[in-house]
């Protein structure tokens, strides 16, 4: 079954993100860069809409698969 992701802003990601471990690391303009205890590190852009493609990147950055954020998401 290949299910859409859903429409996500900036903001929510980074909840969401935070969450799951990551902390506010800085802020330039409208991108956001979080890090995580082991070293990753993501940037987030402050949009109302990220696109599909953004956001599956963001994921893969973050080391959260597809499957774990929809499942998570949709609780």
Known sequence: ???????VSGRELIKYLTKKGFIFSRQKGSHVVLKSQNGR???????????????????????????????????
Do not use: Q, Y
């Open 41 to 75: 590190r993501v940037t987030v852009p402050l949009h109302e809409e990220l696109d599909r493609g953004t956001l599956l990147e963001i994921l893969s950055e973050a080391g959260i698969s597809k499957e774990e954020f929809l499942k998570e998401w949709c609780r």
């Open 1 to 7: 079954m290949n299910v859409k992701l859903p429409i």
